[in-house]
C-alpha cells in the first residue's frame, strides 16, 4: 500500500507542524529583537497556553473517535495559541496606521482559521473544540492587549526578560508534550480515562 504521507501537500504538512513553526518564531523573535511589544506578545502567549491546558482538562472533554491524541480536545490548544497571535499581531498592525499593513492584519485570522480547521480534517478535533478554542484564544488576546504591562512589570521591557522568556520557550516546545504524556500515563487507568476526556489512554 503505498504510504499517503508521501502524498501530503505542503500545507498539509505546514499545517501538522504549525506548533512548531509559531513556537520557534516567536522564540527567534524575542532573540532577535529588542521588542517590548513582542516579549508582551509571547508572553501572553505563554499565559493563554497554559490556561487553555487546565481549561481543557478541567472540561475534560474527549477528542473524536480514532484520534491518536490522549489528552482532552475541549478546547483545541492549537486553535486557541493560533488565534490568540492572529488577534494580538492584528491589533498591534492596525494600531501602527500603516495602511500597508492593514492587509497583513486581515489574512492572519483568516490563516489561524484554515490552520485550525485542519485539526478538525484530520480528526484531531471537533469543529466544536475548535470555534471554542478560537474564540478562548482571541478573546485572552484583546484582554491581554489592553493590559498597563509595561506599567506594572517594568522588567518586561528588558533584554534579559526576553531572553529569558526565549528559553521558557524552548523549554516548553521539548519539554511539554512528552511530560504530559508521562504525567496521564502514570495515573491509574481510571484517573487515565478521566483525564484523557473519558477514553482510554492505551
Known sequence: ?????????????????????VSAAAMATLVA????????????????????KVLKHTIAQARPTGAPLVDPGMPSSHASSLFYFATFIAIALRESYDKRLLAAAAALPALAFSA??????????????????????????????????????????????????????LVGMVGYDPLERRAIGALSPERQKRASGGRPSG
Open 33 to 52: 529583537r529588542n521588542d517590548t511589544v513582542c516579549t508582551i506578545c509571547v508572553l501572553g502567549a505563554v499565559v493563554n497556553a497554559l490556561s487553555t
Open 1 to 21: 500500500m503505498e504510504d499517503t504521507r508521501s502524498r501530503r501537500s505542503w500545507p498539509d504538512f505546514f499545517y501538522e507542524h504549525i506548533k512548531w513553526i
Open 116 to 169: 485550525s480547521w485542519y485539526r478538525v480534517r484530520s480528526g484531531l478535533h471537533t469543529a466544536a473544540q475548535v470555534v471554542v478554542g478560537a474564540l478562548v484564544g482571541a478573546a485572552f488576546a484583546i484582554a491581554w492587549w489592553r493590559m498597563p504591562l509595561e506599567d506594572s512589570i517594568p522588567q518586561i521591557r528588558g533584554r534579559g526578560f526576553a531572553l529569558g522568556l526565549a528559553a521558557f520557550v
